[in-house]
């Protein structure tokens, strides 16, 4: 399973950024996803996790009201929407995936990674 995202960028306080994470070589349907993030000096954290049908979402609670998660297993893609951003959102962005896992918040339980998309938000 190959996962790469991408949509990271350099953005001032208050903008938005869009994350994607596409699947090669397979249907990305059944995969459980979750993206994480972590920031230089601090462990991996969870951001969001999506349902395989993307009906069910968890997000963290400093993201929450704030970033998107969802999917289109048509185009084997998942995003990540991200809104209004704070400085202390920066970050390397993880998409992961699972075929057993479903909304989990713990990243050992994904087994496949996304190389992951550098998101700077400046003050």
């Known amino acids: 399973v190959q996962l790469q995202a991408s949509g990271g960028g350099l953005v001032q306080a208050g903008a938005s950024l869009s994350l994607s994470c596409a699947r090669t070589g397979g249907t990305i349907r059944m995969l459980g996803m979750g993206w994480f993030r972590q920031a230089p000096g601090k462990e991996r954290e969870f951001v969001a996790a999506i349902s395989r049908s993307g009906e069910i979402i968890y997000y963290a609670d400093p993201v929450k009201g704030r970033f998107t998660a969802s999917r289109d297993n048509a185009k084997n893609t998942v995003y990540l929407q991200m809104n209004s951003l704070k400085p202390e959102d920066t970050a390397i962005y993880y998409c992961?995936?699972?075929?057993?896992?479903?909304?989990?918040?713990?990243?050992?339980?994904?087994?496949?990674w996304g190389q992951g998309t550098l998101v700077t938000v400046s003050s």
């Open positions: 992961a995936g699972d075929s057993q896992a479903s909304l989990r918040s713990i990243p050992t339980r994904y087994a496949y």
